[in-house]
């Protein structure tokens, strides 16, 4: 039998920055808000939402028909209702030329609450 012997320098090197990714994360927990961070899963919590925030992790920038037409399923009207809870918890912007809204994504935002969406 062949016996296996650890690579004690890679194991260390592993648990340090594995340690130091624990207490990163532990840090960035701690300092969310609480009411952000209930709003915040909140949206996220209904699928369509989430397939908004995909979509528009993708993208810089979309209007409100170029999202329904990507997602090819809620109607524009259905697409704005999804959109404001998005937007009251801070994951989406909103900018307005004539009579379109752009919709963006806050990457910051999502980063902190949901970074596995980026």
Known sequence: MEK??????????????????????ERRFLAVNDDIAVKVYKALGESTRLQIVKLLAQQ???????????????????LTHH?????DCGLLAVRREGTFRYYSLQREVLAQYAPALL
Do not use: F
Not at 69 to 74: C, F, I, M, S, T
């Open 4 to 25: 296996h012997s650890l690579d004690r320098p890679s194991l260390i090197k592993y648990n340090i920055s594995r340690n130091t990714e624990i207490r990163i994360a």
């Open 60 to 78: 810089s920038e979309l209007a409100c028909l170029e999202m329904a037409n990507q997602l090819k399923g809620p109607a524009n009207s259905t």
């Open 83 to 87: 959109l404001k809870p998005l937007l």
